[in-house]
């Protein structure tokens, strides 16, 4: 049974800093390329960050770049997302998911196994 289990949400000021984390079990982490994504109450969920299977690729939405980092430790079965200069527009909940080892993009129905989502709030 897959599970991915995301952590580190929560509450942070504009400016603040966080970071992610999602552990994956009952899959082959190292051959899953892995994302973020996150949707804000009222809004479709949207692509936030990909990273390749073994790290050499990462590709992010351009309102995260040079502000997020995606990273992943396959002797950890885990992804990150750090976060900083945090927004209040990054209020949302954040999604990992798991997409083939061939996939490398944002389309989000290209990732078949999802988390239960963590919350971030950034306050003004």
């Known amino acids: 049974q897959v599970q991915l289990a995301e952590s580190g949400g929560g509450l942070v000021q504009a400016g603040g800093s966080l970071r992610l984390s999602c552990a994956a079990s009952g899959l082959n982490f190292g051959s899953r390329a892995m994302g973020w994504f996150r949707q804000a109450p009222g809004k479709e969920r949207e692509f936030v960050a990909h990273?390749?299977?073994?790290?050499?690729?990462?590709l992010y939405t351009d309102s995260v770049k040079g502000r997020f980092t995606i990273s992943r430790d396959n002797a950890k079965n885990t992804v990150y997302l750090q976060m900083n200069s945090l927004k209040p527009e990054d209020t949302a909940v954040y999604y990992c998911?798991?997409?083939?080892?061939?996939?490398?993009?944002?389309?989000?129905?290209?990732?078949?196994?999802w988390g239960q989502g963590t919350p971030i709030t950034v306050s003004s």
């Open positions: 990273i390749d299977w073994n790290g050499s690729r990462t």
């Open positions: 998911a798991a997409a083939p080892i061939s996939y490398s993009g944002s389309y989000r129905y290209q990732y078949d196994y």
